[in-house]
């Protein structure tokens, strides 16, 4: 069955940096687009980043663009989000998900269990 | 690029159905959107897709027989019936817009679900 597993959340003090991984398993990793989904404490979901089956295409939700980065070893099936320059507002559990697609829109099939981050001094 | 306008809660007593809405930007009203239940404490889930013709491919894992969509102008309604315990959950609805060289993935404000 479709497995995402994320790591790498913790607390952090703004203006730093974390790291996230998504280690997948259950499916051609390679064939599917891949997204960063995150949710603040007791607020709705916000989209947060997607990257193409190649790692050639990426897209970021404006809060996040310019400071998250997302990545994938396609070697490794798992996907990265780097971020820099931490705000409190950042403060979110973060959901890695597979891309659900078919002829004319994209969506999520498949979410991890999450990893909070804490943006705090 | 859609705005997903969700009614905040919605109630149904034990058995009994709900029907919950998720609502289109106008310009936006032939788009598919995708819904999701939230269990408290727990990541979100793939219940299946909705156009305006209806179910999009199929539902997603595990989700009852009891749970169907429907499409109709802006409007995407998720309807649970005979409705348990365990279906007490945050609803979501999503939808993409890629248009000229950008992506955005956007997500309704969400429907928590009572059962009474």
């Known amino acids: 069955q479709v497995q995402l597993v994320e790591s790498g959340g913790g607390v952090v003090q703004p203006g730093r940096s974390l790291s996230l991984s998504c280690a997948t398993s259950?499916?051609?990793?390679?064939?599917?687009?891949m997204h960063w989904v995150r949710q603040a404490p007791g607020k709705g979901l916000e989209w947060v980043a997607i990257?193409?089956?190649?790692?050639?295409?990426?897209f970021y939700g404006d809060s996040v663009k310019g400071r998250f980065t997302i990545s994938r070893d396609n070697s490794q099936n798992t996907v990265y989000l780097e971020m820099t320059n931490l705000r409190p507002e950042d403060t979110a559990v973060y959901y890695c998900?597979?891309?659900?697609?078919?002829?004319?829109?994209?969506?999520?099939?498949?979410w991890g269990q999450g990893t909070l981050v804490t943006v705090s001094s | 690029q859609p705005a997903l306008t969700q009614p905040p809660s919605a109630s149904a007593s034990l058995g009994a159905s709900v029907t919950l809405t998720c609502t289109l930007t106008?310009?936006?009203?032939?788009?598919?959107v995708d819904w999701y239940q939230q269990r408290p404490g727990k990541g979100p889930r793939f219940v299946m897709r909705?156009?305006?013709?209806?179910?999009?491919?199929s539902k997603g894992d595990g989700i009852p027989d009891r749970f169907s969509v429907l499409g109709s102008g802006p409007n995407r309604y998720l309807t649970i019936k005979n409705i348990q315990e365990d279906d007490e959950s945050d609803y979501y609805c999503?939808?993409?817009?890629?248009?000229?060289?950008?992506?955005?993935?956007?997500f309704g404000g969400g429907t928590k679900v009572t059962v009474l």
């Open positions: 259950g499916f051609t990793f390679t064939t599917y687009a």
């Open positions: 998900a597979k891309d659900h697609r078919d002829s004319t829109s994209h969506g999520i099939d498949y």
């Open positions: 990257i193409s089956d190649d790692g050639s295409n990426k």
């Open positions: 999503g939808a993409d817009h890629g248009r000229g060289g950008n992506f955005v993935l956007v």
């Open positions: 909705v156009g305006p013709g209806g179910i999009v491919g």
């Open positions: 106008s310009d936006h009203s032939h788009y598919k």
